[in-house]
C-alpha cells in the first residue's frame, strides 16, 4: 500500500537544504509545534507525511494566537533565551538561525526599489522601525500565513519550512493577522486584541519575562509586514490590501507611540 505522501521540490539544493534545517531545528526546540513526518530527503525535494486538513482561517485565529505563544514561549525556554534578536544564533553546527534585521533590511530596500516604498523617507520609516523592533527576548519567524498552517479534525499542523529566522515575540503572530486579512477582508479591531491577549497570556505561561507585545508593537509588525507581503497581492490567495494598522482598525496610530 502506498503511503499517502507530500512531495516538496525545490529550485536549488540550498533551499531544500535550508528547509531540512529548519525542520530539525522546530523538531528540536519547538516542542509544542505539531509538524508533518519528514520521511525522504533527496537534493531537491522532501517528501512529507500528507496531513488531511484546511487552511487556517479567521475564526481559527483565537486559537492560533494561543498555539503562537505557546510554541514561542516554549522555544525560548529550550533555547531562544540564548539568542539576541541582532546576531545569527548558532544553537549547533549545523542548525545556525539567521538573525532578525538583517534578510529584513535588504528586503525592504528591494521593496523600494520596486515602488512599494516610494520615497526615500518611506523607506527611512521602515527600517527605523525594523530598527525599533529588534528588541527584547527572542522568538522566530516561521512565514505563519494561513496557507502553511493546516488545521485536522484534531490538531494545529505546521507546514513549509522554508524560512525561519529570528523574530520579535508578536512578529509571527503579526504576519498571520496580515495574511489573513489579505486573504478573508479586514478583521474586526476586537479580533486583534483578542488575539494578543491570547498570545501573551500563552507565553507568560512559560516565563514571566515573555508575554509583554503591546498594541503599538503589534502595530509596527502589521506595518512592516504589510510592505513586505505588498508584492504578492493577487497570488497565492491575496486579495485584499494588506490593512493599515493606524485606520479603520480602530487602533490609535499606534506605530508612532514607539518611533
Ligand atoms: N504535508 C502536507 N500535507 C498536506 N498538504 C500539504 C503538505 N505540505 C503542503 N501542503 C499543501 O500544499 C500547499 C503549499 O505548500 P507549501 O506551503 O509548503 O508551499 P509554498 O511553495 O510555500 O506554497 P504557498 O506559497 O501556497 O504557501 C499548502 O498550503 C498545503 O495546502
Ligand atoms: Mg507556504
Not at 509545534?33 to 484546511?54: C, D, K, M, Y
Request: net charge positive; hydrophobic share 40%.
Amino acid at each position: 500500500m502506498t503511503r499517502a505522501q507530500y512531495v516538496k521540490r525545490y529550485p536549488t539544493a540550498e533551499r531544500c537544504q535550508t528547509a531540512v534545517r529548519n525542520y530539525m531545528w522546530l523538531v528540536q526546540h519547538a516542542a509544542p509545534v505539531r509538524l508533518p513526518a519528514l520521511q525522504a530527503i533527496r537534493p531537491t525535494s522532501l517528501t512529507f507525511e500528507l496531513v488531511q486538513g484546511r487552511h487556517a482561517q479567521p475564526s481559527d485565529l483565537p486559537r492560533l494566537a494561543t498555539h503562537l505563544g505557546d510554541v514561542h514561549g516554549a522555544t525560548w525556554m529550550n533555547d531562544l533565551h540564548r539568542a539576541q534578536l541582532g546576531a545569527v544564533h548558532v544553537p549547533s553546527t549545523e542548525l545556525e538561525v539567521p538573525d532578525y534585521p538583517s534578510s529584513r533590511q535588504k528586503a525592504l530596500a528591494a521593496r523600494h526599489a520596486a515602488g512599494f516604498l516610494p520615497t526615500t523617507a518611506d523607506l527611512d520609516a521602515s527600517l527605523a522601525l525594523l530598527a525599533q523592533t529588534a528588541i527584547g527576548p527572542a522568538a522566530f519567524y516561521k512565514d505563519t500565513n494561513p496557507r502553511n498552517l493546516l488545521i485536522t479534525a484534531n490538531a494545529v499542523v505546521t507546514i513549509d519550512f522554508d524560512e525561519l529566522t529570528l523574530a520579535p515575540f508578536g512578529y509571527d503572530l503579526a504576519k498571520l493577522i496580515v495574511t489573513l486579512a489579505m486573504t478573508y477582508g479586514p478583521l474586526p479591531a476586537n479580533a486583534l486584541r483578542d488575539a494578543l491577549d491570547r498570545y501573551n497570556q500563552a507565553a507568560a505561561h512559560h516565563h514571566e519575562r515573555l508575554g509583554r507585545t503591546d498594541m503599538g508593537q503589534l502595530s509596527a509588525f502589521m506595518s512592516l509586514h504589510g510592505v513586505l507581503t505588498a508584492p504578492y497581492l493577487g497570488r497565492h490567495g491575496y486579495r485584499f490590501r494588506a490593512p493599515n494598522p493606524s485606520a479603520g482598525t480602530g487602533l490609535s496610530d499606534a506605530t508612532k507611540d514607539i518611533a
